[in-house]
Nanobody, 124 residues
Framework: QVQLVQSGGGWVQAGGSLRVSCVAS??????FGWFRRSPGKDREFVAG????????WYRDSVKGRFTISGDRGSSTVYLQMNNLEPEDTAVYYC???????????????????WGQGTQVTVGS
């Protein structure tokens, strides 16, 4: 059974830090993404990672504040979030798949496997 199980998140004051984790099981994946959904908004891309060449990419609003990383041996991907802002408040989801072309990595519809979601709340 393929699963992505998330942990972490929570509440933090603006300027603080949180980390969310995602453990994949049941198969290997080449591409991971972190997405988020705020109330009234569509799910949006946050950060992505590809194991080959360990390439990473980010949406502009989180560059310099968020870091995606992973441990391939344990099939775990992390999203470290620093200097959090109230606008970062959302449910965060990890997603995984393989063989995505570069332009597809930003789209939630490209990923076939999803974690359960983790609430991140940033107080002002």
């Amino acid at each position: 059974q393929v699963q992505l199980v998330q942990s972490g998140g929570g509440w933090v004051q603006a300027g603080g830090s949180l980390r969310v984790s995602c453990v994949a099981s049941g198969r290997d994946f080449a591409d991971f993404g972190w997405f988020r959904r705020s109330p009234g908004k569509d799910r949006e891309f946050v950060a992505g990672l590809r194991w080959n060449a360990y390439s990473t990419w980010y949406r502009d609003s989180v560059k310099g504040r968020f870091t995606i990383s992973g441990d391939r041996g344990s099939s775990t991907v992390y999203l470290q979030m620093n200097n959090l802002e109230p606008e970062d408040t959302a449910v965060y989801y990890c997603a995984a798949d393989s063989g995505l072309i570069e332009s597809a990595r930003w789209s939630p519809g490209s990923y076939g496997f999803w974690g359960q979601g983790t609430q991140v709340t940033v107080g002002s």
